[in-house]
């Protein structure tokens, strides 16, 4: 069975730095893109960044500017994300996923739970 369990979320003031991580289980975690989904107060699920199965290409939405980093570590079945200079419209619950092949295009077929991140002073 495919688990998702998402961690690092919380409360962090405007400008600061955050880092979400993603365990994944029950499936070859190399042989899968991931992605980082997002849905703030009020809005639509965004999309935040995608990455292939073995990490050589990733993908950003454009509202990320730069700020974030998402990687994966083949050894450890972990996927990051690393926030910087966050923004209180960064505010969201924040969801791992796993897509339905090696690269992205082909979209997503499972859910995490979901992480809640707070950006506010």
């Known amino acids: 069975e495919v688990q998702l369990v998402e961690s690092g979320g919380g409360l962090v003031q405007p400008g600061g730095s955050l880092r979400l991580s993603c365990a994944a289980s029950?499936?070859?975690?190399?042989?899968?893109?991931m992605s980082w989904v997002r849905q703030a107060p009020g809005k639509r699920l965004e999309l935040v960044s995608a990455?292939?199965?073995?990490?050589?290409?990733?993908v950003y939405a454009e509202s990320i500017q730069d700020r974030f980093t998402i990687s994966r570590d083949t050894a450890k079945n972990t996927m990051a994300l690393e926030m910087n200079s966050l923004k209180s419209e960064d505010t969201a619950v924040y969801f791992c996923?796993?897509?339905?092949?090696?690269?992205?295009?082909?979209?997503?077929?499972?859910w995490g739970q979901g992480t809640l991140v707070t950006v506010s002073s």
């Open positions: 996923a796993k897509d339905r092949s090696r690269n992205p295009e082909r979209g997503i077929e499972v």
């Open positions: 029950g499936f070859t975690f190399n042989g899968y893109a």
């Open positions: 990455i292939t199965g073995n990490g050589g290409t990733t």
